[in-house]
T-cell receptor
Framework: AQKITQTQPGMFVQEKEAVTLDCTYD???????LFWYKQPSSGEMIFLIY??????QNATEGRYSLSFQKARKSANLVISASQLGDSAMYFC????????????FGTGTSLTVIP | KAGVTQTPRYLIKTRGQQVTLSCSPI?????VSWYQQTPGQGLQFLFE???????NKGNFPGRFSGRQFSNSRSEMNVSTLELGDSALYLC??????????????FGQGTRLTVV
């Protein structure tokens, strides 16, 4: 079974609008972390936001917020007030802290911001 | 502080050759992990090193190997290159993992082309 599932291969959003990128995960480890990364065409993976499995509140970092629904095993990324520079690939990833340090990545969502 | 540095950024090699890629982690980070990214397979975990020891290994053939030095810098080596090894190789630098350890940053990657 896939550890991380991203069901939206491509998304379009109007500049200044908000957009939600979906991510569901699968793990039996009670201690895990969920990450979102942005990958522009240059290739670098840019860290956006982190949510720990024991965190009570949804994580926020500037225009990024993570909608964490533990019972549904979902960790959606919400980008508010989209900018042209937000156009990139976005990856959801998970680390299971009791079983190792590796990242499990989803297949990514390509986001295009339209002026 | 300085980010994760990967060298070289680009490489072109011939089938059958070998290649060595380098990764210098963020100061204070002792865990270094490597990932291969291809359009067909996405992001796949290669291996993780912590305190000069390989702690975890992905499902790759023995042609892929790595090591970590006492200063936490890591190298990965691919011998007998095949066309399918053409990929973006990403290195991730992090604290050892565990509850509360949220830092995990990637380098810009090394883009390897095998001809």
């Amino acid at each position: 079974a896939q550890k991380i599932t991203q069901t939206q291969p491509g998304m379009f959003v109007q500049e200044k609008e908000a957009v939600t990128l979906d991510c569901t995960y699968d793990t039996s480890d009670p201690s895990y972390g969920l990450f979102w990364y942005k990958q522009p065409s240059s290739g670098e993976m840019i860290f956006l936001i982190y949510q720990g499995s024991y965190d009570q509140q949804n994580a926020t970092e500037g225009r990024y917020s993570l909608s964490f629904q533990k019972a549904r095993k979902s960790a959606n990324l919400v980008i508010s007030a989209s900018q042209l520079g937000d156009s990139a690939m976005y990856f959801c990833a998970m680390r299971e802290f009791n079983t190792g340090n590796q990242f499990y990545f989803g297949t990514g969502t390509s986001l295009t911001v339209i002026p | 502080k300085a980010g994760v540095t990967q060298t070289p950024r680009y490489l072109i090699k011939t089938r059958g050759q070998q290649v060595t890629l380098s990764c210098s982690p963020i100061s204070g980070h002792r865990s270094v992990s490597w990932y291969q990214q291809t359009p067909g397979q996405g992001l796949q975990f290669l291996f993780e090193y912590f305190s000069e020891t390989q702690r975890n290994k992905g499902n790759f053939p023995g042609r892929f190997s790595g090591r970590q030095f006492s200063n936490s810098r890591s190298e990965m080596n691919v011998s007998t290159l095949e066309l399918g090894d053409s990929a973006l190789y990403l290195c991730a630098s992090s604290l050892p993992g565990g509850r509360g350890n949220t830092e995990a940053f990637f380098g810009q990657g090394t883009r390897l082309t095998v001809v």
